[in-house]
Antibody, heavy 127, light 110 residues
């Protein structure tokens, strides 16, 4: 069973760079059938899509965050990562990584939706 | 890219049916049949309940159904049960590889 696990510092200072990693287990991140994404949820608020990456490195970002966000993939470690620069208190949130199957993903997947999620990791921006 | 619009809260009694709306624009919900719905219990990760507007993943109760008309998608839960009490989020493809979520709806089972 495929699982995703977020990891990274739980506390980041304002103006610094937030860095998180999502480790994929039970399957290969190099599959051509999936995009891998980051989604966040500020305390008591709704979900916000941050961006997605394909195993060859193709990326898409939320236009409102694009100038501060970089998503990268390391297929040798079966991981993908999020970097967000110049963080403020408004970036305090639970950060989730998730899988998004493509239309031809085959069985045991649900295309064009975020079908498997990590448990989430809380990141607080504070001095 | 603006968040999709959902009612902040809905409620219903056990056994009743409720519908949660998700209103977007002609650039997202209205253009693509790629709306998904997620259930989130407190402190838990979201769980996929509906994909491609109307399809249910394996293991999701058939009490959950989705539909779309124009720029508005809807999630209907029939035969409400106490365990359905949760937050629900819609999500739509918005073109150019981007995705947008709704603000979320808190479902209370009375």
């Amino acid at each position: 069973q495929l699982q995703l696990q977020e990891s990274g510092p739980g506390l980041v200072k304002p103006s610094e760079t937030l860095s998180l990693t999502c480790t994929v287990s039970g399957g290969s991140i190099s599959s051509s059938s999936y995009y891998w994404g980051w989604i966040r949820q500020p305390p008591g608020k709704g979900l916000e899509w941050i961006g997605s990456i394909y195993y060859i490195g193709s990326t898409y970002y939320n236009p409102s965050l694009k100038s501060r966000v970089t998503i990268s993939v390391d297929t040798s470690k079966n991981q993908f990562s999020l970097k967000m620069s110049s963080v403020t208190a408004a970036d305090t949130a639970v950060y989730y990584c998730a899988r998004r199957p493509l239309a031809d993903c085959g069985g045991d997947c649900y295309q064009d939706a975020f079908d498997i999620w990590g448990q989430g990791t809380m990141v607080t921006v504070s001095s | 890219q603006s968040a999709l619009t959902q009612p902040a809260s809905v409620s219903g009694s056990p056994g009743q049916s409720i519908t949660i709306s998700c209103t977007g624009t002609s650039s997202d919900v209205g253009s693509y049949n790629l709306v998904s719905w997620y259930q989130q219990h407190p402190g838990k990760a979201p769980k996929l309940m509906i994909y491609e507007g109307t399809k249910r993943p394996s293991g999701v109760s058939n009490r959950f159904s989705g539909s779309r008309s124009g720029n508005t998608a809807s999630l209907t839960i029939s035969g409400l049960q106490a365990e359905d009490e949760a937050d629900y989020y819609c999500c739509s493809y918005a073109g150019s590889g981007t995705w947008v979520f709704g603000g979320g709806t808190k479902l209370t089972v009375l």
